[in-house]
């Protein structure tokens, strides 16, 4: 995001493969949340969820659940991705689409949805005002429209996990969230 933005920007994070030790670097959590029997439930997501569009997906998908099922991820504080897994397809949102100039997660994430990387010079990002790219309907049926979420993303002066907090209240999970984030090592 842009706000935070002056933090991180010297930081690239593109990594060249899934299997190398510096995702362990990006700050944020993963979280899974699940809707079942009219209750909610989160879970974390493996850190490496936190670089990979692929290995969230495989998280969300090993969990078997007949009710709703979408990830939350807070990457490196500098912005977020929603992903919802169905049979047709992942379902994404990521709140600014200039992240993946720096971030793999992001980029893929925009591949995912078809859409080229935007083609801004790195040392101007600081200068440009994020964008989000992808789904603002994915949790409509579960109680957020999408002029609602279209709200939260576009308050850029907000963290990630700020902006992910405000998810969650409006959903109603907003303790079932803390309780985890309470736990995870920051």
């Known amino acids: 995001m842009a706000a935070q933005r002056g933090n991180n920007s010297a930081k690239a994070k593109k990594f060249d493969g899934p299997e190398t030790s510096a995702y362990d670097d990006l ?34 998908r090993e969990m078997r ?4 099922i979408f990830g939350l991820l ?10 919802r897994p169905a049979p047709s397809g992942t379902r994404l949102l990521v709140s600014d689409a200039t992240a993946a100039i720096d971030y793999d997660i992001a980029a893929d994430v925009l591949d995912a949805l078809n859409i080229e990387i935007p083609d801004i010079d790195p040392d101007e990002l600081d200068d440009i005002e994020p ?3 992808g789904d603002l309907s994915l949790l409509a049926d579960l109680g957020l429209p999408e002029p609602v979420l279209g ?4 308050e850029t002066d907000l963290y990630p996990d700020e902006q992910l907090g405000s998810i969650a209240q409006r959903l109603g999970f907003s303790d079932e969230l803390s309780t985890v984030l309470d736990k995870l090592p920051r």
Do not use: Q
């Open 27 to 60: 700050e944020g959590f993963g979280v899974a949340v699940v809707r079942e029997d009219g209750k909610w439930k989160v879970t974390p997501l493996s850190p490496r969820a936190l670089g990979s569009l692929s290995v969230a997906e495989t998280e969300l």
């Open 74 to 83: 807070d990457v490196d504080d500098e912005f977020f991705v929603v992903l």
């Open 65 to 68: 659940s007949s009710g709703a």
């Open 131 to 133: 964008w989000e790219e």
């Open 151 to 154: 709200i939260i993303v576009a």
